[in-house]
Nanobody, 121 residues
Framework: VQLQASGGGLVQAGGSLMLSCTVS????????MAWFRQAPGKQRELIAG???????NYLDSVKGRATISRDSAKRTMYLQMNSLTAEDTAVYYC????????????????WGQGTLVIVSS
């Protein structure tokens, strides 16, 4: 199993970006997937998840600003983030959690490297 997050970078406050997570060895039809982030000095937390049936859940701090989606044919999951603020600065990761409704769920696979997002104010 491989999880490769990409698409991070330096963004101005108020801007948008789209992150991608390319996977191998994982079926979206059988596994929930989620985006996580870890800000400096903080615990890695789930911010957006999508279960095998396509139901989505978002952390309150990103609700209304984030959209999680997936493309099974491309084996890729996405996170569109809008209206970015400095509080969104973090390393973003993807993984398959055992639950998408809690902030710190266990995950099925080893973590990939993540992609760094820096929001400048």
């Amino acid at each position: 199993v491989q999880l490769q997050a990409s698409g991070g970078g330096l963004v101005q406050a108020g801007g948008s970006l789209m992150l991608s997570c390319t996977v191998s060895g994982i079926s979206f039809r059988e596994n929930a997937m989620a985006w996580f982030r870890q800000a400096p000095g903080k615990q890695r937390e789930l911010i957006a998840g999508i279960n095998a049936s396509g139901w989505r859940n978002y952390l309150d701090s990103v609700k209304g600003r984030a959209t999680i989606s997936r493309d099974s044919a491309k084996r890729t999951m996405y996170l569109q983030m809008n209206s970015l603020t400095a509080e969104d600065t973090a390393v973003y990761y993807c993984n398959s959690p055992y639950s998408i409704t809690i902030k710190f769920p266990g995950v099925r696979f080893s973590w990939g490297q993540g992609t760094l997002v820096i929001v400048s104010s």
